[in-house]
């Protein structure tokens, strides 16, 4: 912990970073993100196992982004959220300082995204076996049953969006379901405006999801959607060879061209 | 008032007395590691061992969505109809003292003033059954505002459990009256009784007087931005709360015929204040956030001083950044 403040408070005293982005204590056992622009006040920063909100998420606000260069306490899926965001072309080397807490304490200071590769490479990218449980018991129902399931989970749907609030990868300044001319997405919580939200989030995440599952943590109401998108994540995998998250350049899979695609119909 | 005992056994029956009075109920019951206000039809259904749903009963008054008319027409000519709410009694059952509070402002919002015909239909014919609450976490603050685990304010029948596992009930209106004299035989009368050994300890989170005078004089307070920033902009914190009562008027169909609906709606929401113009008086988080702030404790305030929040403590259990509305507000008691 040591380490983390010494290093913050350096950022903050140096003015290397006009805000420290991590985590501090929260309402009971949860720790809660802290944003620190004081040197003497990065003792509130703490870091442990609870520590898993992915607050690549804050980078993007505009409210957070007017405050300057940040510093932001970095972990495994925080890591891929920014690589992501680069090869998006949402965020630059020079915007952010990554602090990056290993498991035994040290903090490393990482200041070039690409450093992050060899990183996320190490760490594995399987969806947790309790996630891959379950998607293997969805996939053993029928096309029928599966549909049954979504629409059952989706009934509860109460249209808070903090699936999309809470994903670093849903950062449009204006979402589809904010088009209403015309309106695309019903606006209303019922049956038909909750699965064409919910399949419409699905497809736009379609090869960025970087697998943190934040969407579901936020899901008040519990509905397992991040098992869709590790879903359709691992699809792409197969099909393309490539992951989310894995990657400074842009060349992820939406934003690639191959002359020599195998699909007649893209040439 | 009138009081009487309840044995633990009996309330399947009374469920059923209920229902065979052609009553729809509306009680907690359990999907996952999660309590819903929910329809039940039998018994089995109920789950009375809870702290706090994770949605409050308000749907039950005021629906995430609603057809309000259907309109149709040949482009000359349009003809409306409105929606007729059912004449179904309901009881919802087994709320918490501070989800009945709710009820009381959400009677106050939409009936007082311009009476909102929906809504007034469907709580005149709602009757509402509350629960002590014999268990609190850390998230409960109820008692900061005006309210108590044993309160009966709004209620029509209350039930409070007992150490044996039976309950101390409380007549509270004529609604409550009919329901007891439909199952006449398993209620006993009972004397009157301090039910304080049987509730819940919340201790008090904060002064709610002082902090509002604070609040009335913060407007332009720099804690707004600092304490905005780890607000996300979801609307989860105002569709779990039992008194956020906004909404939005959409219509779903074509030029000639369609519905128009009543839906949620959200202060944290960007677009819940972006004028049709582009422009935005509540442009940033912050500014959303004061006014869900200023909302529950200045703008709403009654008589009695309390304002619209009921101290459930669903925003502090749901928040995905874990904001914290007590913590909040404790920071703005120590400004100087």
Request: with cysteine; proline share 5%; hydrophobic share 35%.
């Amino acid at each position: 912990m040591l380490e983390l403040h010494n290093r913050a408070r350096q950022l903050l005293e140096t003015q290397a970073v006009n805000l420290i982005l991590g985590y501090g204590e929260g309402h009971g056992d949860e720790p809660r993100p802290v944003f620190i622009d004081k040197p003497d006040t990065v003792t509130r920063l703490i870091f442990n196992e609870r520590c898993i909100q992915n607050l690549a998420v804050y980078l993007l606000k505009p409210e957070v982004r007017t405050q300057g260069k940040i510093g932001i306490v970095t972990t495994i899926p925080v890591s891929r959220s920014i690589l992501q965001l680069a090869a998006e072309n949402q965020i630059r080397d020079e915007e952010v300082v990554l602090l990056l807490v290993q498991a035994d304490g040290k903090v490393s200071e990482v200041t070039r995204f690409s450093e992050l590769e060899g990183l996320v490479a190490q760490h594995e990218t399987k969806i947790p076996a309790p996630d891959q449980e379950k998607i293997s018991i969805l996939q053993k129902k029928s096309r029928e049953e599966r549909w049954q399931y979504w629409v059952n989970e989706f009934n509860r749907c109460i249209k808070c969006y903090a699936c999309r609030a809470s994903c670093p990868m849903c950062y449009c300044t204006n979402c589809t379901v904010e088009c209403n001319q015309p309106q695309w997405i019903p606006v209303p919580a019922h049956a038909l405006g909750n699965l064409e939200w919910h399949i419409m989030r699905v497809m736009h995440l379609a090869g960025r999801c970087i697998k943190c599952g934040e969407c579901a943590r936020a899901c008040p109401v519990d509905i397992p959607l991040h098992l869709l998108t590790f879903m359709l994540n691992d699809n792409i995998a197969d099909i393309f060879g490539q992951r989310a998250g894995m990657k400074a350049k842009p060349d992820y899979v939406l934003s690639t061209f191959k002359p020599d695609d195998k699909e007649n119909f893209i040439r | 008032m009138k009081t009487k005992h309840l044995n633990r056994e009996q309330l399947p029956s009374f469920f059923n007395a209920i229902t065979q009075a052609g009553k729809i109920v509306i009680a907690p019951s359990r999907i996952g590691d999660k309590i819903y206000f929910t329809k039940v039809d039998s018994w089995e259904q109920v789950d009375l061992d809870f702290i706090s749903s994770t949605l409050s009963a308000k749907a039950a008054l005021f629906p995430r969505w609603e057809p309000l008319l259907q309109f149709s027409g040949d482009g000359k000519m349009m003809t409306v109809k409105d929606t007729e709410i059912p004449d179904t009694e309901t009881v919802i059952f087994g709320l918490h003292p501070c989800d009945t509070g709710a009820f009381n402002y959400m009677s106050e919002f939409f009936e007082g003033g311009i009476t909102d015909t929906y809504i007034q239909k469907r709580r005149s014919k709602t009757t509402l059954i509350t629960l002590s609450c014999k268990k609190a976490d850390d998230a409960c603050f109820c008692t900061s505002v005006g309210i108590s685990p044993g309160a009966s304010q709004g209620s029509d029948l209350m039930l409070t459990e007992m150490e044996d596992g039976n309950y101390y009930i409380e007549v509270l209106t004529d609604k409550g009256e009919n329901l007891t004299a439909s199952a006449r035989d398993i209620f006993q009368d009972y004397a009157v009784t301090d039910k304080t050994p049987y509730l819940a300890e919340v201790p008090l989170k904060f002064d709610l007087t002082p902090i509002q005078e604070k609040l009335g004089n913060s407007y332009d307070s720099p804690l707004w931005i600092n304490q905005s920033l780890p607000c996300l902009g979801c609307g989860a914190c105002a569709f779990v709360c039992p008194t956020c009562t906004c909404f939005d008027i959409q219509d779903e169909g074509d030029a000639y015929a369609g519905t128009r609906l009543r839906c949620w709606d959200s202060c944290g929401f960007s677009l819940f204040t972006l004028h049709a113009s582009g422009h935005n008086p509540r442009p940033v988080q912050s500014h959303r956030w004061r006014q869900r702030i200023m909302h529950k404790f200045i703008y709403s305030k009654s008589d009695d001083g309390t304002g619209s929040c009921v101290g459930c403590g669903r925003c502090l259990r749901i928040c995905p950044a874990q904001m914290s509305i007590t913590d909040q507000l404790q920071s703005f008691a120590e400004v100087k």
